[in-house]
T-cell receptor
Framework: GQQVMQIPQYQHVQEGEDFTTYCNSS?????IQWYKQRPGGHPVFLIQ?????EVKKQKRLTFQFGEAKKNSSLHITATQTTDVGTYFC?????????????FGQGTILTVHP | DAGVIQSPRHEVTEMGQEVTLRCKPI?????LFWYRQTMMRGLELLIY????????DSGMPEDRFSAKMPNASFSTLKIQPSEPRDSAVYFC??????????????FGPGTRLTVL
Protein backbone atom coordinates (compact mmCIF):
# COMPACT_ATOMS: atom_id res chain seq x y z
CA GLY A 1 0.00 0.00 0.00
CA GLN A 2 0.91 3.63 -0.11
CA GLN A 3 3.67 4.74 2.25
CA VAL A 4 4.65 8.25 3.26
CA MET A 5 8.06 8.73 4.80
CA GLN A 6 9.03 11.87 6.66
CA ILE A 7 12.44 13.03 7.84
CA PRO A 8 13.92 13.95 10.17
CA GLN A 9 12.08 12.34 13.06
CA TYR A 10 13.38 14.96 15.50
CA GLN A 11 14.83 18.45 15.07
CA HIS A 12 16.20 20.65 17.81
CA VAL A 13 16.93 24.26 16.89
CA GLN A 14 17.80 27.50 18.59
CA GLU A 15 15.20 30.19 18.32
CA GLY A 16 15.86 32.16 15.15
CA GLU A 17 17.30 29.23 13.22
CA ASP A 18 15.57 27.79 10.18
CA PHE A 19 13.87 24.38 10.06
CA THR A 20 12.95 22.03 7.23
CA THR A 21 11.08 18.72 7.17
CA TYR A 22 10.84 16.48 4.11
CA CYS A 23 8.14 14.10 2.99
CA ASN A 24 8.37 11.34 0.37
CA SER A 25 5.59 9.15 -0.96
CA SER A 26 6.00 5.70 -2.50
CA UNK A 27 3.34 6.60 -5.08
CA UNK A 28 2.25 9.68 -7.00
CA UNK A 29 -0.15 11.79 -4.99
CA UNK A 30 -3.29 13.64 -5.96
CA UNK A 31 -2.50 16.22 -3.34
CA ILE A 32 -0.63 16.60 -0.06
CA GLN A 33 -1.65 18.23 3.19
CA TRP A 34 0.36 19.46 6.16
CA TYR A 35 -0.77 19.40 9.77
CA LYS A 36 0.68 20.68 13.03
CA GLN A 37 0.12 19.05 16.40
CA ARG A 38 1.06 20.97 19.53
CA PRO A 39 2.20 18.92 22.53
CA GLY A 40 -0.88 17.35 24.12
CA GLY A 41 -3.09 18.59 21.31
CA HIS A 42 -4.62 17.30 18.13
CA PRO A 43 -3.49 17.67 14.51
CA VAL A 44 -4.55 20.97 12.95
CA PHE A 45 -4.62 21.55 9.20
CA LEU A 46 -2.05 23.99 7.84
CA ILE A 47 -2.26 23.81 4.07
CA GLN A 48 -2.99 21.69 1.00
CA UNK A 49 -0.86 21.51 -2.16
CA UNK A 50 -2.38 20.22 -5.37
CA UNK A 51 -0.33 21.24 -8.38
CA UNK A 52 2.99 19.84 -9.52
CA UNK A 53 5.78 22.18 -8.40
CA GLU A 54 3.44 24.27 -6.29
CA VAL A 55 4.89 26.61 -3.68
CA LYS A 56 2.78 28.27 -1.01
CA LYS A 57 3.75 30.60 1.80
CA GLN A 58 2.15 31.34 5.13
CA LYS A 59 4.14 34.07 6.87
CA ARG A 60 7.39 32.30 7.90
CA LEU A 61 6.27 28.90 6.54
CA THR A 62 7.01 27.81 2.96
CA PHE A 63 5.48 24.64 1.51
CA GLN A 64 6.60 22.94 -1.68
CA PHE A 65 5.16 20.10 -3.75
CA GLY A 66 7.58 18.26 -6.02
CA GLU A 67 7.34 18.19 -9.78
CA ALA A 68 6.56 14.48 -9.75
CA LYS A 69 3.98 14.95 -6.97
CA LYS A 70 5.77 12.38 -4.81
CA ASN A 71 7.59 14.64 -2.40
CA SER A 72 7.02 17.77 -0.39
CA SER A 73 8.76 19.98 2.11
CA LEU A 74 7.94 22.47 4.84
CA HIS A 75 10.45 25.19 5.66
CA ILE A 76 10.16 27.53 8.63
CA THR A 77 12.29 30.67 8.58
CA ALA A 78 13.54 32.10 11.87
CA THR A 79 11.81 29.69 14.22
CA GLN A 80 10.00 30.92 17.29
CA THR A 81 9.05 29.06 20.46
CA THR A 82 5.46 29.04 19.23
CA ASP A 83 6.56 26.77 16.36
CA VAL A 84 7.14 23.87 18.79
CA GLY A 85 5.16 20.76 17.92
CA THR A 86 4.97 17.84 15.53
CA TYR A 87 4.59 18.54 11.82
CA PHE A 88 2.90 15.88 9.71
CA CYS A 89 2.55 15.56 5.99
CA UNK A 90 -0.42 13.55 4.72
CA UNK A 91 -0.72 12.23 1.21
CA UNK A 92 -3.94 11.76 -0.70
CA UNK A 93 -3.82 9.21 -3.51
CA UNK A 94 -7.22 10.00 -4.97
CA UNK A 95 -9.09 7.55 -7.13
CA UNK A 96 -10.90 4.75 -5.29
CA UNK A 97 -9.27 5.76 -2.01
CA UNK A 98 -10.84 9.19 -2.17
CA UNK A 99 -10.92 10.90 1.19
CA UNK A 100 -8.21 8.74 2.73
CA UNK A 101 -5.00 10.39 3.89
CA UNK A 102 -1.79 8.52 4.64
CA PHE A 103 0.16 10.37 7.31
CA GLY A 104 3.93 10.48 7.60
CA GLN A 105 5.52 9.70 10.94
CA GLY A 106 5.90 13.39 11.73
CA THR A 107 8.85 15.59 12.65
CA ILE A 108 9.01 16.70 16.26
CA LEU A 109 10.38 20.25 16.43
CA THR A 110 11.88 21.62 19.61
CA VAL A 111 12.86 25.27 19.74
CA HIS A 112 15.30 26.42 22.43
CA PRO A 113 14.91 30.08 23.47
CA ASP B 1 -19.58 25.39 15.31
CA ALA B 2 -18.27 23.36 18.23
CA GLY B 3 -15.93 21.32 16.10
CA VAL B 4 -15.53 17.56 16.34
CA ILE B 5 -16.61 16.31 19.75
CA GLN B 6 -15.18 13.19 21.33
CA SER B 7 -16.02 11.47 24.58
CA PRO B 8 -14.71 10.48 26.95
CA ARG B 9 -11.51 12.53 26.94
CA HIS B 10 -9.76 10.04 29.17
CA GLU B 11 -10.54 6.41 29.81
CA VAL B 12 -8.77 4.04 32.17
CA THR B 13 -9.92 0.46 32.14
CA GLU B 14 -8.73 -3.00 32.97
CA MET B 15 -7.72 -5.64 30.50
CA GLY B 16 -10.69 -7.59 29.22
CA GLN B 17 -13.20 -4.80 29.65
CA GLU B 18 -15.25 -3.34 26.81
CA VAL B 19 -14.41 0.21 25.80
CA THR B 20 -16.63 2.48 23.70
CA LEU B 21 -15.35 5.73 22.26
CA ARG B 22 -17.76 8.28 20.86
CA CYS B 23 -17.56 10.94 18.19
CA LYS B 24 -19.80 13.68 16.90
CA PRO B 25 -18.51 15.08 13.59
CA ILE B 26 -18.95 18.63 12.40
CA UNK B 27 -22.45 19.15 11.07
CA UNK B 28 -22.61 18.80 7.29
CA UNK B 29 -19.39 16.81 6.97
CA UNK B 30 -19.78 13.61 4.96
CA UNK B 31 -16.51 11.86 5.86
CA LEU B 32 -15.59 10.53 9.29
CA PHE B 33 -12.25 9.00 10.24
CA TRP B 34 -10.97 7.11 13.26
CA TYR B 35 -7.22 7.27 13.98
CA ARG B 36 -4.98 5.81 16.64
CA GLN B 37 -1.79 7.55 17.74
CA THR B 38 1.11 5.98 19.62
CA MET B 39 4.76 6.89 19.92
CA MET B 40 5.79 3.65 18.27
CA ARG B 41 3.40 3.59 15.32
CA GLY B 42 2.53 7.25 14.86
CA LEU B 43 -0.87 8.26 13.51
CA GLU B 44 -2.68 5.28 12.01
CA LEU B 45 -5.98 5.35 10.13
CA LEU B 46 -8.26 2.65 11.53
CA ILE B 47 -11.43 3.10 9.50
CA TYR B 48 -13.32 5.76 7.63
CA UNK B 49 -16.91 6.37 6.61
CA UNK B 50 -18.54 8.27 3.80
CA UNK B 51 -22.19 9.20 4.26
CA UNK B 52 -22.35 6.79 7.22
CA UNK B 53 -21.08 3.84 5.16
CA UNK B 54 -17.74 2.22 6.05
CA UNK B 55 -15.40 2.63 3.08
CA UNK B 56 -12.09 1.25 4.28
CA ASP B 57 -11.53 -0.71 7.49
CA SER B 58 -8.18 -2.19 6.50
CA GLY B 59 -6.51 -0.38 9.39
CA MET B 60 -8.62 -2.01 12.08
CA PRO B 61 -6.11 -4.09 14.05
CA GLU B 62 -8.23 -7.16 14.64
CA ASP B 63 -11.72 -8.43 15.34
CA ARG B 64 -11.68 -6.94 18.80
CA PHE B 65 -12.19 -3.55 17.16
CA SER B 66 -15.46 -2.48 15.60
CA ALA B 67 -16.88 0.86 14.47
CA LYS B 68 -20.34 2.04 13.61
CA MET B 69 -21.93 5.18 12.28
CA PRO B 70 -25.69 4.86 12.75
CA ASN B 71 -26.35 8.40 11.55
CA ALA B 72 -24.58 11.46 10.20
CA SER B 73 -23.99 12.95 13.63
CA PHE B 74 -22.64 10.04 15.63
CA SER B 75 -20.03 7.31 15.47
CA THR B 76 -18.60 4.81 17.92
CA LEU B 77 -15.39 2.81 18.10
CA LYS B 78 -15.62 -0.23 20.32
CA ILE B 79 -12.87 -2.45 21.66
CA GLN B 80 -13.93 -5.76 23.16
CA PRO B 81 -12.06 -7.18 24.97
CA SER B 82 -9.48 -4.47 25.56
CA GLU B 83 -5.77 -5.26 25.98
CA PRO B 84 -2.85 -3.18 27.34
CA ARG B 85 -1.43 -2.80 23.83
CA ASP B 86 -4.58 -0.87 22.87
CA SER B 87 -3.43 2.01 25.08
CA ALA B 88 -3.16 5.05 22.81
CA VAL B 89 -4.81 8.32 21.90
CA TYR B 90 -7.77 7.78 19.59
CA PHE B 91 -8.75 10.65 17.33
CA CYS B 92 -11.90 11.15 15.36
CA UNK B 93 -11.80 13.51 12.39
CA UNK B 94 -14.33 14.70 9.85
CA UNK B 95 -14.18 16.37 6.46
CA UNK B 96 -16.42 17.60 3.69
CA UNK B 97 -16.00 16.74 0.05
CA UNK B 98 -16.29 19.72 -2.22
CA UNK B 99 -15.40 19.64 -5.90
CA UNK B 100 -13.03 16.83 -6.82
CA UNK B 101 -10.43 17.19 -4.11
CA UNK B 102 -9.92 15.85 -0.64
CA UNK B 103 -10.35 18.60 1.89
CA UNK B 104 -8.87 19.28 5.23
CA UNK B 105 -9.68 16.97 8.08
CA UNK B 106 -10.87 18.48 11.33
CA PHE B 107 -9.68 16.50 14.31
CA GLY B 108 -11.39 16.13 17.65
CA PRO B 109 -9.45 16.52 20.91
CA GLY B 110 -8.92 12.78 21.18
CA THR B 111 -9.59 10.12 23.79
CA ARG B 112 -6.60 8.98 25.80
CA LEU B 113 -7.14 5.29 26.53
CA THR B 114 -5.16 3.42 29.15
CA VAL B 115 -5.71 -0.30 29.52
CA LEU B 116 -4.18 -1.73 32.70
Amino acid sequence: GQQVMQIPQYQHVQEGEDFTTYCNSSTTLSNIQWYKQRPGGHPVFLIQLVKSGEVKKQKRLTFQFGEAKKNSSLHITATQTTDVGTYFCAGHAGGTSYGKLTFGQGTILTVHP
Amino acid sequence: DAGVIQSPRHEVTEMGQEVTLRCKPISGHDYLFWYRQTMMRGLELLIYFNNNVPIDDSGMPEDRFSAKMPNASFSTLKIQPSEPRDSAVYFCASSFRLSGRAHEQFFGPGTRLTVL
